[in-house]
T-cell receptor, first 115, second 111 residues
Framework: DAGVIQSPRHEVTEMGQEVTLRCKPI?????LFWYRQTMMRGLELLIY????????DSGMPEDRFSAKMPNASFSTLKIQPSEPRDSAVYFC?????????????FGEGSWLTVV | DAKTTQPPSMDCAEGRAANLPCNHS???????VYWYRQIHSQGPQYIIH???NNETNEMASLIITEDRKSSTLILPHATLRDTAVYYC????????????FGAGTRLTVKP
């Protein structure tokens, strides 16, 4: 299995620009998660989906952030407009249905720098 | 959810066992103990998890005390590639949004 695939791996953008991060979960996984990691706040859960439906978006920082999952194999996290404080590593992760044996598998992250 | 307490950093000599402690004194009966690690510039990687029995896999062993208030992750023969931040997480098995990461322990394996 190829694992969770994220793109781009690195992005540098100017303040005010729109940023779109992409994720392809592991095939067959029906849960998808977006996390953000910064030095100050560590690893934070932003939103997660079950069967393409957003279940909990309480971690999304503000309206500038939006996430979609149009099908089982693709999700996007969009920031519009971007701000320097959005600079972070954004991780996508996926898992099977939550039972005692299932764990969350992470992608390699998208490193975002907003200048 | 139960919170976890881990030492901020530890060192270990290459080839020796690395024993990483975690306190979770308020853990509930239906909460599992999970361990993940994050090597620099990579996404977190699952290591092992358990409920009350000790567990072992190809990566590590997990020792959970009888009262479940603490656990130890054991890397039996640490290598330089095991240098990473190790996260101990307690989580209800059927609640996906409870995978909360703390600060973890930064393990440095030295030659």
């Amino acid at each position: 299995d190829a694992g969770v695939i994220q793109s781009p791996r690195h992005e540098v953008t100017e303040m005010g620009q729109e940023v779109t991060l992409r994720c392809k979960p592991i095939s067959g996984h029906d849960y998808l998660f977006w996390y953000r990691q910064t030095m100050m706040r560590g690893l934070e859960l932003l939103i997660y989906f079950n069967n393409n439906v957003p279940i909990d978006d309480s971690g999304m920082p503000e309206d500038r952030f939006s996430a979609k999952m149009p099908n089982a194999s693709f999700s996007t996290l969009k920031i519009q407009p971007s701000e320097p404080r959005d600079s972070a590593v954004y991780f996508c992760a996926s898992s099977l249905a939550p039972t005692s044996g299932n764990t969350i598998y992470f992608g390699e992250g998208s490193w975002l720098t907003v200048v | 959810d139960a919170k976890t307490t881990q030492p901020p950093s530890m060192d270990c000599a290459e080839g020796r066992a690395a024993n990483l402690p975690c306190n979770h004194s308020t853990i509930s009966g239906n909460e599992y103990v999970y361990w993940y690690r994050q090597i620099h510039s990579q996404g977190p990687q699952y290591i092992i998890h358990g409920l009350k029995n000790n567990e072992t896999n190809e990566m590590a062993s997990l020792i959970i005390t009888e009262d479940r208030k603490s656990s130890t992750l054991i890397l039996p023969h640490a290598t330089l590639r095991d240098t990473a931040v190790y996260y101990c997480i307690v989580r209800v098995a059927n609640n996906n949004n409870d995978m909360r990461f703390g600060a973890g322990t930064r393990l440095t394996v030295k030659p």
